[in-house]
């Protein structure tokens, strides 16, 4: 197919989360509002050129509390820092339509190297006659390495909060012109 470029259709993906909470159970949540611009010839990854902005504001846990504190100081000062981005800056084909997507991962004023697990889940035509592709993919970061330390300690022992933060992402994406 060669290298092309592709707009995700945000009305089917998604870019959800999930943390520990009490070391008991999990709390998860999803970013409403983010965009993508991929560059990539979807049989063959390697050469691809991923880049992805979120905007932190549109987190939702399904509490509104909970949702205006993590968009807090405490958390995503998400006044001051507005955006998580993720620029590609190399990717690994580790089997058949699997591709371990390494990027600079920004939040909270700090970048470090990320690796994102993907699959590509296929391509096809949709009843309009535009070709689509879908990925999905999977990671967890700390976020400690960001800044991110809002914690309180439990009676039980442990803390409230876990440090690492898994991350699910499905995308849909139409071929460009």
């Known amino acids: 197919m060669g290298k092309v470029k592709w707009a995700v ?38 050469t691809a050129n991923i880049s992805v902005s979120v905007d932190l504001g549109s987190i939702d846990t399904r509490n509104k509390d909970r949702d205006a504190h993590l968009r807090s100081a405490d958390f995503f000062d998400a006044e001051n820092n507005t ?15 699997e591709y371990d997507v390494i990027g600079d991962l920004s939040l909270h004023g700090v970048t470090k190297s990320e690796t994102i697990s993907v ?22 970061i700390k976020r400690s390495d960001f800044g991110l330390t809002y914690n309180a300690a439990l009676e039980t022992g442990g803390v409230l909060i876990a440090d690492e933060v898994k991350i699910s992402i499905e995308i849909e994406a139409v071929q460009q012109a």
């Open 9 to 46: 259709d945000a009305s089917h993906s998604s870019i959800d989360f999930s943390i520990r909470h009490m070391m008991i159970a999990k709390v998860k949540g999803t970013f409403h509002t983010f965009e993508a611009a991929v560059e990539a010839d979807p049989t063959d990854l390697t």
């Open 83 to 97: 955006k998580m981005t993720f620029q590609s800056t190399k990717i690994i084909k580790t089997g058949d339509g």
């Open 119 to 140: 699959t590509f889940e296929g391509a096809g035509k949709d009843p309009w006659g535009n070709e689509k592709v879908g990925f999905s993919g999977h990671g967890s």
